[in-house]
């Protein structure tokens, strides 16, 4: 069975940085990709970065230029750089994982506080 565990949350001032990781006990590379998705109180789960197997990436617009989605294929696991975090950042992370029969996997979550 697959399981994704995030780790890196916690409160950070507007402007400050965190990393979240998330581990995966299967291959990440039999997924064909792996992403980062958040959810604010009262607000629906967004798409905030994916990375496909090949590498590709692509991005909300809100967080280009200040995230970043990365992979160790080697360590199974998938990151997310958060830089000039801003308030409207707070959210509960989830990591994401596809397959090729387009079944997804979830996360628990980790939980982003950024106070202004």
């Known amino acids: 069975q697959v399981q994704l565990v995030e780790s890196g949350g916690g409160l950070v001032q507007a402007g400050g940085s965190l990393r979240l990781s998330c581990a995966v006990s299967?291959?990440?590379?039999?997924?064909?990709?792996m992403a980062w998705y958040r959810q604010a109180p009262g607000k629906q789960r967004e798409m905030v970065a994916r990375?496909?197997?090949?590498?590709?990436?692509n991005y909300q617009d809100s967080v280009k230029d200040r995230f970043t989605i990365s992979r160790d294929n080697a360590k199974n696991t998938v990151y997310l750089e958060m830089n000039s975090l801003k308030p409207e950042d707070t959210a509960v992370y989830y990591c994401?994982?596809?397959?090729?029969?387009?079944?997804?996997?979830w996360g628990q979550g980790t939980q982003v506080t950024v106070s202004s």
């Open positions: 994401n994982a596809l397959d090729f029969s387009t079944h997804n996997y």
């Open positions: 299967g291959r990440i590379l039999s997924f064909s990709a």
């Open positions: 990375i496909s197997d090949r590498g590709r990436t």
